[in-house]
C-alpha cells in the first residue's frame, strides 16, 4: 500500500486539500477539493471564529474522501520572517547556530525566544578557499501563532506532522530541487497578500511578501463603480486586464494596484541578480487564487520584459484523464497544498 501524504493549504478565502500516493518515484492524485474560508478565520484568537474553521476543513477532507488524520500545513508567508544570510564567513555547524541567532535579532522584530528558529546552509564553500563563505536560509515563526495553527488542526480531529511555509511549498511543487531549471521569480498572489521568491538551482534566495493582494483588486473595483463585493469579484474574473473589455474601464480601476504588483517584482528582480549576476532571472511563474486573471501574463510580460507563464504544480503527478481540463483550470490556486503534499521526509 503506498503512502497517502495531504497537504492542507488554509488561505484566507479558501481552504485547499491535496492528497497524493507516491507509486516508486512518481506521485499520483488521490484526491482533491477547497471550501471558502469562514471569516475572519485564522486572523481571530476567539474559540468560535476558530472552531468554525476547524468545522470547514473537517467538511472539507469528509467531501473530498479523504480520513488519513496526519496533514503537513502551511504557514502565511506574510507571517513568518525569512531572511537569507549570505556575508557569513566559512562557519562549522556549531558556529553556524550563534551566527544565525545573532544575526537574525536584526530582521526579526520580536525576542528570540518567542519564534521556532530554523536554517538549512543554501551554500558552504571550502574552509580553505580565498573568500570562503557559508550562506543560510533562516526561517523564523512566531510560537503563538504556530500554537493557534496547531490547534486548529487539533479541532479539525487531525494531527500536523509538519508546518512549513508556503514559500517553501510552492516553490517545490512548481520548481522542486531541479538545479538545471532556470532562474525563476515566483509570485504567489493570495487574497490578502502578493509573496515573491527569487528561486536558483532549485533553491530559495530572496523572499518578500507586501500586503496587496486579490482583495485589494476586489475592493478598489466595489468603491469605484459601487458594487457588492461579490459582483466586483465577478467582474476581475471575466474582464480583469483585458483593455478591450467594457471601453477599458475595468482595465484602468485595475491597473494601479497591479503596477504596485509589478513594480515589487522588478525590485525583487534587481536585489536577486544584483548578488547574483551570473544567475539572471529568466522567467516569471504566476500561482495563486490571483493568477488566473485575464490578461493579466500578457500585461506582465510587456511591462517586465520577461517570460510569464501561469503555474502548474500538476505537471509531473499522475491523474485520471477525465480530470485534466478541470485541474488546468484552478492549477495556480493549489500550488501551495501540492506542494505541501509533495512533501518527503
Do not use: C
Not at 496526519?70 to 544570510?85: G, H, K, N, Q
Not at 580553505?128 to 550562506?135: D, G, W, Y
Amino acid at each position: 500500500m503506498s503512502k497517502i501524504t495531504v497537504g492542507l493549504d488554509i488561505g484566507f478565502a479558501q481552504i485547499k486539500v491535496v492528497a497524493l500516493a507516491k507509486d516508486k518515484e512518481q506521485f499520483k492524485l488521490v484526491s482533491m477539493g477547497s471550501i471558502p474560508s469562514p471569516q475572519p478565520g485564522m486572523i481571530s484568537d476567539t474559540d468560535t471564529d476558530l472552531e468554525a474553521l476547524a468545522i470547514n476543513i473537517k467538511k472539507l477532507l469528509s467531501t473530498s474522501k479523504i480520513d488519513t488524520k496526519e496533514v503537513v500545513a502551511a504557514l502565511p508567508e506574510s507571517r513568518v520572517f525569512t531572511r537569507i544570510i549570505d556575508d557569513l564567513p566559512y562557519l562549522s555547524d556549531n558556529e553556524l547556530s550563534s551566527a544565525i541567532r545573532y544575526a537574525s535579532e536584526e530582521f526579526i522584530p520580536m525576542a528570540l525566544s518567542e519564534v521556532n528558529l530554523n536554517w538549512q546552509v543554501l551554500l558552504r564553500s571550502q574552509p580553505k578557499t580565498p573568500n570562503a563563505r557559508t550562506v543560510a536560509l533562516v526561517i523564523a515563526s512566531p510560537k503563538r501563532m504556530v500554537s493557534k495553527y496547531i490547534r486548529v488542526l487539533q479541532m479539525a480531529g487531525l494531527a500536523p506532522s509538519v508546518l512549513e511555509t508556503e514559500t517553501i511549498a510552492v516553490t517545490r511543487s512548481l520548481v522542486g530541487n531541479n538545479e538545471f531549471s532556470p532562474s525563476t521569480l515566483i509570485v504567489q498572489m493570495g487574497a490578502t497578500t502578493t509573496d515573491f521568491t527569487a528561486v536558483s538551482k532549485g533553491l530559495i534566495w530572496l523572499t518578500r511578501s507586501i500586503s496587496t493582494g486579490g482583495m485589494t483588486l476586489t475592493r478598489s473595483l466595489a468603491q469605484h463603480f459601487n458594487f457588492e463585493i461579490n459582483q466586483s469579484e465577478q467582474y476581475k474574473k471575466i474582464y480583469g486586464l483585458m483593455e478591450d473589455q467594457l471601453e477599458g474601464k475595468i482595465f484602468e480601476v485595475l491597473k494601479p494596484i497591479i503596477d504596485i504588483i509589478a513594480g515589487e517584482g522588478k525590485r525583487v528582480i534587481q536585489a536577486f541578480e544584483t548578488k547574483s549576476p551570473h544567475e539572471p532571472v529568466k522567467r516569471i511563474v504566476l500561482s495563486g487564487g490571483g493568477a488566473k486573471m485575464p490578461g493579466l501574463v500578457r500585461y506582465l510580460a510587456n511591462i517586465l520584459g520577461l517570460e510569464v507563464q501561469e503555474a502548474d504544480p500538476w505537471f509531473s503527478i499522475i491523474k485520471d484523464k477525465d480530470l485534466v481540463s478541470k485541474l488546468a483550470a484552478e492549477a495556480p490556486a493549489y500550488s501551495v497544498a501540492v506542494g505541501l503534499a509533495l512533501r518527503e521526509d
